[in-house]
């Protein structure tokens, strides 16, 4: 059976709606096949078939229509072709990509310092006998990691922007923009025991002054993000780490050691509340 590439575009997208995607990166996959469907109509190929789109075919895809972008724009393209094509082989409508063994362009390495998948687990030990202040810095450092969160996203968070049994937070990023980001079961239960063990004794100090802020600071009004810098400098000295790594840095760990899971970049962009899948990959050591 022959596949029209065109003919299930609109299906596809649909998928990426019923997994939750932004309309934004909807819209960014719908434009990175149109162009390429146009791009091979030039050339003849009026019913592009999803068996046309050999290794070579990409390659001169590559070389031709996408010459003079950035590696990371690139990148994006052939990323989106490929979970096309994916979609396709889960859909049963063909058996194998076509252009299996492709390679992507690379994308030049972020050089901003961030620490590994061992290092990140130094950080967020809770040593034995830890007090009320050191768990809240414990419960901002994993928050910030485990979820990808901007400083100033985690300093403006309060209590009811959790969703606990669902697992997720909203947060309010850049431009005012509202997103929902999944949280861990390990920052759940930490989150858990600062509200129980820590954030009362906090509140009792301010009379209640910040009363819906997540986390406080010692005379119980809300953190500041620049204590965030110093308090997460400090503890990465106290266990022996370089120091070198500023919060922005945990948004990179966070964002580097999912893709090196095998998450989809697409998916972290909107963790990450990133307009442009450009941006995501610059996060990234890859």
């Not at 994006?76 to 076509?98: D, G, M, T």
């Not at 998948?117 to 768990?135: F, N, R, T």
């Not at 997460?232 to 922005?248: A, Q, R, T, Y």
Request: charged share 25%; glycine share 8%; with cysteine.
């Amino acid at each position: 059976m022959a596949i029209i590439v065109s003919d299930y575009i609109d299906s596809f997208l649909q998928s990426l709606r019923l997994k939750g995607y932004s309309d934004l990166t909807i819209a960014s996959y719908a434009g990175d096949l149109s162009q390429m469907v146009l791009y091979f109509e030039r050339l003849g190929m009026p019913n592009l078939l999803a068996e046309d789109l050999t290794r070579q075919r990409m390659r001169q895809w590559l070389a031709d229509d996408l010459i003079g972008m950035k590696p990371a724009s690139r990148a994006r393209k052939v990323s989106s072709v490929r979970s096309f094509i994916h979609y396709l082989c889960r859909q049963e409508l063909i058996e194998r990509v076509p252009f299996e063994n492709l390679q992507s362009p690379k994308v030049p390495k972020s050089l901003r310092p961030t620490y590994s998948v061992d290092q990140m687990s130094v950080l967020l030990a809770i040593p034995a006998g830890a007090d009320a202040l050191k768990i809240r810095d414990l419960t901002a450092f994993e928050l910030m990691y485990s979820s990808g969160l901007r400083v100033s996203e985690l300093v403006r968070v309060d209590i009811d922007d959790f969703d606990f049994i669902e697992g997720w937070i909203r947060v309010i990023g850049k431009g005012n923009k509202p997103r929902e980001i999944p949280v861990t079961s390990t920052a759940i239960d930490l989150i858990g025991r600062y509200l129980v063990e820590v954030r009362p004794g906090l509140v009792d100090k301010s009379g209640g002054q910040d009363g819906e802020a997540l986390l406080l600071n010692a005379k119980g009004g809300r953190i500041t993000a620049r204590s965030i810098r110093r308090l997460l400098h400090d503890d990465e000295i106290e266990k022996g780490l370089s120091g070198d790594v500023s919060p922005h840095g945990l948004r990179h760990a966070f964002a580097t050691h999912l893709l090196e899971a095998g998450a989809d970049m697409r998916a972290i962009q909107d963790m990450l509340g990133h307009s442009k899948l450009s941006t995501t990959a610059r996060y990234t050591h890859n």
